[in-house]
T-cell receptor
């Protein structure tokens, strides 16, 4: 079974530039999550999708971050414009639904300089 | 406000001993509590899930307890090995389907 795929693996951008991350979840998984993990901290939930609808985006900085899940499968997370404090690992995860284990991708390490 | 705390940032134990990690939460009503392992440079990997009406779950050398009155979960690794060294994260899933993680505890098992 293929795991959660994320790209790119690493990205370095200057502040005020824009960046996009892509995630392909495990086939059949209805729930998709994007997390931000700053070094030394636990993952912070940015947005959660159930199929292509948003379940929770309460911690997504909507003035600069946006996310979509096309046809309930792949998802993209965009930051525009980036700030220095956005430097973190962005993790995508998917699960069958409530009570199911979450499978994580390897993450995208973003450095904003 | 809602909060998830894990006992300490780092825990060092001797090989062969039992490691006990704590997860405490406030202002959540979790339907499920999960434990994950995270190695440097990698995403978290699922270990165990326990439901709100369960007291204890075991899997090989791992044991999880869940006390909804104390709002606490304990995660035990018995006969610990250096290969168990990693960061361990607890995660709560509520009926509102929020899936949130604690800050993690970095465990080092010393040979």
């Amino acid at each position: 079974e293929a795991g959660v795929a994320q790209s790119p693996r690493y990205k370095i951008i200057e502040k005020r530039q824009s960046v996009a991350f892509w995630c392909n979840p495990i086939s059949g998984h209805a729930t998709l999550y994007w997390y931000q993990q700053i070094l030394g901290q636990g993952p912070k939930l940015l947005i959660q999708f159930q199929n292509n609808g948003v379940v929770d985006d309460s911690q997504l900085p909507k003035d600069r971050f946006s996310a979509e899940r096309l046809k309930g499968v792949d998802s993209t997370l965009k930051i525009q414009p980036a700030k220095l404090e956005d430097s973190a690992v962005y993790l995508c995860a998917s699960s069958l639904g409530m009570g199911g284990e979450a499978f994580f991708g390897q993450g995208t390490r973003l450095t904003v300089v | 406000s809602q909060k998830i705390e894990q006992n300490s940032e780092a825990l060092n134990i001797q090989e062969g001993k039992t490691a006990t990690l704590t997860c405490n939460y406030t202002n959540y009503s979790p339907a499920y509590l999960q434990w994950y392992r995270q190695d440097p440079g990698r995403g978290p990997v699922f270990l165990l899930l326990i439901r709100e009406n369960e007291k204890e779950k075991r899997k090989e050398r791992l044991k999880v307890t869940f006390d909804t009155t104390l709002k606490q979960s304990l995660f035990h690794i018995t006969a610990s090995q250096p290969a168990d060294s990693a960061t361990y994260l607890c995660a709560l899933e509520t009926y509102g389907q929020n899936f949130v993680f604690g800050p993690g505890t970095r465990l080092s098992v010393l040979p």
